[in-house]
């Protein structure tokens, strides 16, 4: 994936796309992490090039999004982030006594705890896979506390931190999330673990690339969940399939535009540098990459708030939602789709602007009052 898709001479992909990358960061500035969360949140929206290109940069895009004027709304209080530290702790401790009891495993001592310290993201990734590799040759059970796994996302590598990552003895790897959100009486918030699988198939998508060069594994496409039962501190866990979620982050990131491809296409001198441009510079770089709204973007983008307010100025019909745009077809703006069904323009003979023109004279005789109806309106009202 390192390689261009243009034609012409060839270059050296990565020293020259990290520079390229750097640049467009700023030279002084340390690059934003890709977590499995952003990552997640990237392949549900793959047609967005700005926030491909901006994350494959490690822009900062809260920091961006404040200097632009649109601040984040969202994101984990402090509360809960402790809170979530704090259960995980537990879970981890003495040597991940509760997480072992919750796979089964009654003698913690026949269970490897390899040591993954290294120097930087590409170290602790080597010694991830190293680990990986020992504990399925070995044919014991093994757990990895935050490992490091590397993803191409879009020709740039993105560093990932599971939990755990448990080794079978069959050779079989399995992700274990810990969440601090309470399982009551065997279930949990639909939504939260919806957001949790599709975190998971991530790693599990890292975890895949890995296995196909370790002899004997298979990375397991269902994930254990570990939550506080009920209103407790005591963990307790459900296995999730993540099938369905893998198949579509597969899908979604194979259709990211490639990371240099985009940043090939900038203007001269276009940099996200929050630090050294002022709001004004950096309104106009980030207008310079295309983007793709949505109104679940606001949920899960830093910068939905300044992308909501470019597609509402130009009358985008993205700005409505997916499933508007869809049934809208050719019709791109507000303003066409109004004048589509006050017959001002399009073809009669197009079912869209066919089915407009019938809602808006359906519309207008819903709201139509009667002229008896209306005087006895007028009379029953008082003076």
């Not at 708030?305 to 700005?319: I, M, N, Q, Y």
């Amino acid at each position: 994936m390192s390689e261009s898709l243009g034609s012409g001479a060839p270059r050296p992909p990565q020293t020259t796309l990290r520079h390229q990358l750097a640049e467009l960061r700023g030279p002084a500035v340390a690059p934003h992490p890709l977590d499995a969360r952003a990552l997640a949140a990237l392949a549900a929206n793959p047609g967005c090039r700005r926030r491909a290109l901006l994350d494959g940069a490690g822009v900062d895009k809260a920091a961006l999004a404040s200097k632009l004027g649109s601040p984040a709304a969202f994101g984990q209080s402090q509360f809960a982030f402790m809170r979530g530290n704090a259960f995980e702790a537990k879970v981890k401790a003495d040597g991940g006594r509760e997480l072992l009891r919750l796979l089964g495993i009654e003698e913690p001592g026949a269970v490897g705890l390899p040591d993954l310290a290294a120097v930087g993201p590409e170290g602790r990734t080597a010694r991830t896979a190293l680990a990986l590799r020992e504990a399925t040759a070995a044919g014991e059970w093994a757990l990895l506390d935050h490992p490091m796994l590397a993803l191409d996302v879009a020709g740039s590598p993105a560093y990932l931190e599971p939990d755990v990552v448990v080794v079978h003895p069959d050779g079989r790897w399995t992700v274990v999330e810990i969440k601090s959100f309470p399982m009551i009486d065997g279930s949990a918030d639909a939504s939260k673990v919806g957001a949790a699988a599709r975190q998971a198939a991530v790693y599990v998508l890292a975890l895949e690339r890995l296995a196909t060069l370790t002899e004997g594994a298979e990375v397991a496409h269902s994930v254990l969940l570990v939550c506080p039962k009920d209103f407790s501190n005591l963990p307790t866990a459900s296995v999730v399939d993540v099938r369905k979620q893998l198949s579509v982050t597969r899908r979604q990131l194979t259709r990211l535009t490639r990371i240099e491809d985009i940043a090939d296409a900038l203007p001269d001198g276009v940099t996200f540098d929050v630090e050294t441009c002022s709001a004004e510079e950096l309104a106009s770089a980030v207008e310079s990459v295309p983007y793709a709204y949505a109104p679940e973007c606001l949920s899960a983008c830093e910068l939905a708030f300044h992308c909501r307010e470019r597609a509402r100025l130009a009358g985008a019909v993205e700005a409505l939602g997916r499933s508007v745009r869809g049934e809208l077809g050719g019709l791109t703006t507000i303003g066409a789709v109004l004048a589509a069904a006050r017959g001002e323009e399009g073809d009669a003979e197009d079912p869209t602007v066919d089915a407009l023109r019938r809602a808006r004279k359906l519309r207008a005789e819903a709201l139509a009052v009667p002229p008896a109806r209306a005087a006895q309106e007028g009379a029953a009202c008082p003076r």
